[in-house]
Nanobody, 128 residues
Framework: QVQLVESGGGLVQPGGSLNLSCTPT????????LGWYRQAPGEQREAGEA??????????YYLDSVKGRFTISKDNARNSVFLQMNNLKPEDTAVYYC???????????????????WGQGTLVNVSS
């Protein structure tokens, strides 16, 4: 099956930067959207807030509080989606999850299709 593997989280001081990455364990052939969500540690990820989403037509959505600070991008050659986070604030502290919606992944003999696929999350802790 397919997993979304996130990395790049950690402890950072206010004003610092982190770059999160999300890489599926199989090559992604397409998706209606790829996005980053966040939730307080220990809380249900499905109830978290959407931080940044990129649709298949490359349109993007950003949570108001991260506009101008966070940038979502996709690199097809690296089969990954990224979230560059600059000028981090303590209120950005959360577990960040990658989510793929209506995604198709390469597989033999039949492609693998998921209506929704979540990663396991990576913790971002912004603290001095």
């Amino acid at each position: 099956q397919v997993q979304l593997v996130e990395s790049g989280g950690g402890l950072v001081q206010p004003g610092g930067s982190l770059n999160l990455s999300c890489t599926p364990t199989r090559r992604i052939l397409g998706a209606d959207s790829l996005g980053w969500y966040r939730q307080a540690p220990g809380e249900q990820r499905e109830a978290g807030e959407a931080v940044a989403i990129m649709s298949d037509d490359k349109t993007t959505y950003y949570l108001d509080s991260v506009k101008g600070r966070f940038t979502i991008s996709k690199d097809n050659a690296r089969n990954s989606v990224f979230l560059q986070m600059n000028n981090l604030k303590p209120e950005d502290t959360a577990v960040y999850y990658c989510k793929a919606q209506r995604a198709v992944f390469a597989n033999t003999p039949v492609e693998l299709r998921y209506s929704v696929l979540w990663g396991q999350g990576t913790l971002v802790n912004v603290s001095s």
